[in-house]
């Protein structure tokens, strides 16, 4: 059974703050655990990478809206999110640069599904960088929205089922 | 990032979410195609698609090895890199423990500066009021 339109619309928002919220933490904690090649092993690493890349494009999709509308303001005057802009597009450069680089140099998972590819120095270089120029980021990326998810947080860690909000 | 505000929390039939998901899903492809792509130019030009390292099978004639290479060998050897030659679940928490203090320091330092900027936003906006 559907409400009137206002509550329905209040519920898809919700339903999708919530599907945002979820997605962004399961990001960063597949990140840092990817980025910790010594504690995952190679084979967690490289199939980690993998979904991460998958995952990283549903969480672009999802925010596209805000790509477009941000890029289309950039040049009037404000600064902050401007910034907030730079900082996205070089975490999607090295972040992009980072998984198809480790999907080249992989050891486990492409040799898994059949495929062979000859390794290179310069893919190994490009891997080390953009991981540790993306290690940098992404808690930059977190925090200048830091108030949005500790308002969230609190927000869920009230929330009650059945008590509409 | 979207909070909410645009256009994507009107309400919208469910086709028409689809169709606007998956016309965004093209968009974002495209895009990571592109740095992709100039990735794979930039390789060119500095002639890094050869071989010079990792497991590579390729057939023919194999390059010699890379400086970097011969570097990494060299930290082998004398124990600054250590080989794991299992491809399981290695459990070296330490190295975990170490990324989330990094990740921790640098949100904290984003977040203060953040606060610092606020605040001074804030007081400076209450001496104009008074002004």
């Known amino acids: 059974m559907t409400g009137p339109p206002v509550t329905v619309s209040r519920r898809r928002i919700m339903a999708r703050t919530r599907l945002d919220f979820w997605l962004d933490a399961l990001l960063l904690v597949a990140y840092t655990l990817a980025y910790s090649l010594g504690f995952t092993g190679i084979a967690v690493h490289e199939w980690l990478g993998i979904g991460l890349g998958v995952v990283l494009l549903v969480h672009l999709t999802l925010h596209w809206d805000w790509v477009i509308r941000t890029t289309r303001k950039l040049l009037l005057p404000g600064g902050r999110e401007r910034f907030i802009w730079l900082v996205n597009l070089l975490l999607l450069v090295s972040m992009t640069l980072c998984i198809a680089s480790g999907i080249l140099i992989s050891e486990v998972a492409l040799p898994e599904l059949g495929i062979t590819l000859r390794a290179s120095s310069f893919w190994r270089n490009v891997h080390d960088t953009t991981a540790t120029v993306t290690l940098i980021l992404v808690p930059i990326h977190a925090a200048l929205r830091w108030r949005w998810i500790v308002g969230m947080a609190r927000r869920f860690a009230s929330w009650r089922p059945g008590r509409s909000r | ?131």
């Open chain 2, 1 to 131: 990032m979207d909070r909410g505000n645009g256009p994507a929390f009107r309400l919208l039939a469910a086709g028409a979410v689809t169709v606007r998901f998956l016309r965004h899903l093209a968009a974002v492809v495209l895009t990571v195609a592109i740095i992709v792509a100039l990735g794979m130019l930039w390789a060119h030009a500095s002639g890094g698609t050869g071989t010079g390292g990792g497991t590579g099978t390729g057939g023919g004639l194999k390059a010699a090895p890379s400086r970097e290479v011969l570097q990494r060998l060299e930290q082998v050897k004398t124990g600054a890199i250590k080989i794991q030659s299992d491809d399981g679940f290695q459990a070296n928490t330490g190295n975990l423990v170490r990324t989330c203090e990094i990740e921790a320091v640098l949100a904290a330092v984003v977040i203060t500066v953040g606060s610092i900027r606020r605040r001074n936003r804030r007081m400076r906006r209450s001496a104009g009021v008074r002004a």
